[in-house]
T-cell receptor, first 114, second 115 residues
C-alpha cells in the first residue's frame, strides 16, 4: 500500500450503532487529520494530531471520538450519530505544518446515517 | 480569521477552451494560498501553492494561478481544457505566520469539460 488509505470506503449505520473509521498513512508523516466533506459546504477540519498529540479540535460533537495510537494510524470512533452526519470523511497526513508541507489525502469513507 | 470564496459552484467549458476558476480570499495577515483538485471517488490532490515567492505560480497538469494582493484574488487558469480536467477544484488559505495545521477551504467549483 502507498499513500493514505482509508477503510471502509462505504459505511451505512443506524443512529444507535457504534462504528469506527480507520486511516493509515505509509508516507512517514507525523501529522494526521480528519476532515468532513458535505455537499455544498467547505471542507471542515475536525481533528489534527501531530506526533500522536491532538493539536486541533474544531468544536466537533462528542459523538465523534478520534484516536491516534501511533504516527501511522488514525481512527474516528462514531456513536449515536445523526442523519446530518452523513458525509464523506477524509483523512490526510503531512510531514509538518501546512505552510511548508503538503497534505496528502486518502480517498475517503462515504458515511450514511439512517 | 481567514476565509475563501469561490465564485461559481459549477463551471462548464468546451474541450480546448480556457479554464478560469475564481478564488477570492480574506486574511488579516499575509496568506499562503492553495488549489486542490478532487477527482470522483478520490481524495484531494495539491495542484499548486503560493507562498510569497513568485506571484505567478505554476502547478501540475498545465494549471497556473496568479496572486493579486490588490484584488485579494488567486484565480486558477489553464489555457486549453482537456477532458481529464473534469473534477472539483478547491481553493484554500492559511496564514504565512507561525506554523499551523489549519487550512480554510472554499466550497469548491465543479468543472465540466464538454467534448
Amino acid at each position: 500500500e502507498t499513500g493514505v488509505t482509508q477503510t471502509p470506503r462505504h459505511l451505512v449505520m443506524g443512529m444507535t450503532n457504534k462504528k469506527s473509521l480507520k486511516c493509515e498513512q505509509h508516507l512517514g508523516h507525523n501529522a494526521m487529520y480528519w476532515y468532513k466533506q458535505s455537499a455544498k459546504k467547505p471542507l471542515e477540519l475536525m481533528f489534527v494530531y501531530s506526533l500522536e498529540e491532538r493539536v486541533e479540535n474544531n468544536s466537533v460533537p462528542s459523538r465523534f471520538s478520534p484516536e491516534c495510537p501511533n504516527s501511522s494510524h488514525l481512527f474516528l470512533h462514531l456513536h449515536t450519530l445523526q442523519p446530518e452526519d452523513s458525509a464523506l470523511y477524509l483523512c490526510a497526513s503531512s510531514a509538518g505544518t501546512v505552510q511548508n508541507n503538503e497534505q496528502f489525502f486518502g480517498p475517503g469513507t462515504r458515511l450514511t446515517v439512517l | 480569521a481567514q476565509s475563501v470564496t469561490q465564485l461559481g459552484s459549477h463551471v462548464s467549458v468546451s474541450e480546448g477552451a480556457l479554464v478560469l476558476l475564481r478564488c477570492n480570499y480574506s486574511s488579516s495577515v499575509p496568506p499562503y494560498l492553495f488549489w486542490y483538485v478532487q477527482y470522483p471517488n478520490q481524495g484531494l490532490q495539491l495542484l499548486l501553492k503560493y507562498t510569497s515567492a513568485a506571484t505567478l505560480v505554476k502547478g501540475i497538469n498545465g494549471f497556473e494561478a496568479e496572486f493579486k494582493k490588490s484584488e485579494t484574488s488567486f484565480h486558477l487558469t489553464k489555457p486549453s481544457a482537456h477532458m481529464s480536467d473534469a473534477a472539483e477544484y478547491f481553493c484554500a488559505v492559511t496564514s504565512s505566520g507561525a506554523g499551523s495545521y489549519q487550512l480554510t477551504f472554499g466550497k469548491g467549483t465543479k468543472l465540466s469539460v464538454i467534448p
